[in-house]
Structure formats: structure tokens, C-alpha cells
């Protein structure tokens, strides 16, 4: 059973700090999402990570994928409000057949003036 | 126009009642998602369809039933719906032949009474 663990679920943070977010999978995969979701709205996506090392960043968010160790972190550089949102990591199972993505719980993400 | 449309956006219904959740596509993608929202629990998957004639079960499928339509439609239905059925639901699409991105759709905000 393919398991997805982020942390923390919940940051408070002040504008201007950096920060990550882990994001810690259980079985072998090649492929790391990460999402941004506003509170009722939908998934917006981030980044997609499809190789061990592999690195994105887009303005303030920097992504990264270590399949060895079956980690991805999402880093914060220079928080600004307007990144306060939920931010989701997910994993495609590769075994079984099996389709789809598998999520974490998501961390909710406040960013203070 | 929405690449991934769900209708309704909302709705709230009785306890026992049958209803239908309805996604279309334009994107051409032949994989297609159910996924259900709870607060703090992130995204899990219903049911997934690789084809008209492929239609499979996810991790949380009790209670749910799928039908896919054509291509671009892919719905779903709670029986004899019942209060924890009250979630977000979204429809997504993939086709890793160009690529590895999922699309979401807006959502459904469902509340069960």
C-alpha cells in the first residue's frame, strides 16, 4: 500500500522567513506532484517531478526529488502572503496495475505580514 | 471554456436520496478520475477509468458507482447517499502518452442532510 506523509499539515509563518515542506512516500515511484489548492477551489499544479534529482523551482517555490530516500521537498524562499494555501504532495503508483495518484493530508500554509 | 467540467457545483441533498455527479473533458485524455475531499485528509481516490470499458475501483469505492459514458464523460453516482458522504469531489484526467499532468475540475461541493 502506497502511503504519501507531508509535514507539517499545519505552518504559521512571517513574510520575508523560508521555510520547507517534506513530503515522504512509502513504495517506489518515479513521479512527485505537488499542488496548490485555495480554500474551496481546486488543484493547481505546481510541479511534476519525474526523475531522482531532478529540481523546479518557479518564482519563490523550489521543488525536489530524492527517489532514494522516496523524498520530495517543497522550499519557501522569501514568503510572501500571497503563498498562503494548501499545499499537497502526491505520488503515482507504479505496481499492481493500479492508476491514479495518492496524496498527503496537505500542509495549510499562513503566512503573516 | 473549462478543460474538465463538473456539474453541479453544489448541491445538497436528503439522506437516502440517488445522485449523480457528472464530469465531461475536451482534453482527449482516456484516463479518468473520481477523487473525494475531506478536511485534513486530502484526496482519495473513488474510482479511475482507463477506457469506456475499463472501469476500476480505488481505496474508497463503498457506497459509489461509476459510469463511463463516452470518453469525455465519466460520472458518478451514491445510491442511497448518507451524511459522511458530505465531501468535494473532483473529476481529474491524465494521459501519460503526453505527458505526466493530471487536470482537475472545479469540484463538486456535495452535502448530504
Known amino acids: 500500500e502506497l502511503k504519501v506523509e507531508q509535514n507539517p499539515l499545519f505552518l504559521s509563518m512571517q513574510e520575508g522567513k523560508n521555510y520547507t515542506i517534506y513530503c515522504n512516500y512509502s513504495?517506489?515511484?518515479?513521479?512527485l506532484y505537488w499542488y496548490r489548492q485555495d480554500p474551496g477551489k481546486s488543484l493547481e499544479s505546481l510541479f511534476v517531478?519525474?526523475?531522482?534529482?531532478a529540481v523546479k523551482q518557479e518564482g519563490r517555490l523550489m521543488a525536489s526529488l530524492d527517489t532514494k530516500a522516496r523524498l520530495s521537498t517543497l522550499h519557501i524562499t522569501a514568503a510572501v502572503h500571497d503563498l498562503s494555501a494548501t499545499y499537497f504532495c502526491a505520488v503515482d503508483f507504479l505496481g499492481g496495475g493500479a492508476d491514479g495518484l495518492t496524496f498527503g493530508k496537505g500542509t495549510h500554509l499562513i503566512i503573516q505580514p | 471554456d473549462a478543460d474538465v467540467t463538473q456539474t453541479p457545483r453544489n448541491r445538497i441533498t436528503k439522506t437516502g436520496k440517488r445522485i449523480m455527479l457528472e464530469c465531461s473533458q475536451t482534453k482527449g485524455h482516456d484516463r479518468m478520475y473520481w477523487y473525494r475531499q475531506d478536511p485534513g485528509l486530502g484526496l482519495q481516490l473513488i474510482y479511475y477509468s482507463f477506457d469506456v470499458k475499463d472501469i476500476n475501483k480505488g481505496e474508497i469505492s463503498d457506497g459509489y458507482s461509476v459510469s463511463r459514458q463516452a470518453q469525455a464523460k465519466f460520472s458518478l453516482s451514491l445510491e442511497s447517499a448518507i451524511p459522511n458522504q458530505t465531501a468535494l469531489y473532483f473529476c481529474?484526467?491524465?494521459?501519460?502518452?503526453?505527458?505526466?499532468?493530471?487536470?482537475f475540475g472545479s469540484g463538486t461541493r456535495l452535502t448530504v442532510v
Open positions: 513504495t517506489t515511484s518515479d513521479r
Open positions: 517531478l519525474l526523475s531522482n534529482g
Open positions: 481529474a484526467t491524465s494521459d501519460p502518452a503526453t505527458g505526466y499532468g493530471y487536470t
